[in-house]
């Protein structure tokens, strides 16, 4: 499996990004979807979630300013991303995971290069 994110870069706080990640290697169509993002000196978090089903969740700290989408004719999970903030800053991860009974997800192993985010204030 093969996880490849792009669109990072340098924007001024409240500024927008888009981020997409090409997935390869598995049955798109048949996995949810995540991003994550690691700032400097802090672990990984969880930021949103795409369903098979199309079905969105999001970290609280994002909800309402970021957007995930899925576009399964082209194997890519997207992330908008609006009036983005300092703290927003980090390298974000694309993830291929699965899903239990409740519908919390689960990250698989594979997380591609990552994208770096700077957001400057």
């Known amino acids: 499996v093969q996880l490849q994110a792009s669109g990072g870069g340098l924007v001024q706080a409240g500024g927008s990004l888009r981020l997409s990640c090409v997935v390869s290697?598995?049955?798109?169509?048949?996995?949810?979807m995540g991003w994550y993002r690691q700032a400097p000196g802090k672990q990984r978090e969880w930021v949103a979630t795409?369903?098979?089903?199309?079905?969105?969740n999001y970290a609280d700290s994002v909800k309402g300013r970021f957007t995930i989408s899925r576009d399964n004719a082209k194997n890519t999970v997207s992330l908008q991303m609006g009036s983005l903030k300092p703290e927003d800053t980090g390298v974000y991860y694309c993830?291929?995971?699965?899903?239990?009974?409740?519908?919390?997800?689960?990250?698989?192993?594979?997380w591609g290069q990552g994208t770096l985010v700077t957001v400057s204030s």
């Open positions: 993830s291929v995971g699965s899903t239990d009974y409740s519908g919390t997800y689960y990250p698989s192993d594979y």
């Open positions: 290697g598995t049955a798109f169509s048949a996995n949810p």
């Open positions: 795409i369903k098979k089903s199309g079905s969105p």
